[in-house]
């Protein structure tokens, strides 16, 4: 299974930050598997951010909750995330990740990674 982030790069404070991870050689749908996105600000350990599952239930980082929306694209096989109200404490490496459980910020933890993305707040 490979999975290939993509996004803006660069995003304005308070702006709304985009994101999609699309995915080959598996389906967003595969039976118990959940897609997560993960990520890792400068200097500091990965986070976990937000899931979708293969029934399409979602979950939520309670610190990013209020401000995070995850949702699948079943027809093009992608995981977006969608991050409202950006700061620069928003900025870091997002990963989209699969495996079996969510909800931990531990590579070894999922069985596929994509390379990631830099996302960069700032004016």
């Known amino acids: 299974v490979q999975l290939q982030e993509s996004g803006p790069g660069l995003v304005k404070p308070s702006q709304t930050l985009s994101l999609t991870c699309t995915v080959s050689g598996g389906s967003v749908t595969d039976n118990y598997y959940y897609w997560s996105w993960i990520r890792q600000p400068p200097g500091k350990g990965l986070e976990w951010v937000a899931a979708v599952g293969y029934s399409g239930k979602t979950y939520y980082s309670p610190s990013l909750n209020k401000r995070t929306t995850v949702s699948r694209d079943t027809s093009n096989n992608q995981i977006t995330l969608q991050l409202t109200s950006v700061t620069p404490e928003d900025t870091a490496v997002y990963f989209c990740?699969?495996?079996?459980?969510?909800?931990?910020?531990?590579?070894?933890?999922?069985?596929?990674w994509g390379q990631g993305t830099q996302v960069t707040v700032s004016s």
């Open positions: 990740a699969r495996g079996r459980p969510y909800g931990s910020p531990s590579r070894d933890d999922y069985d596929d």
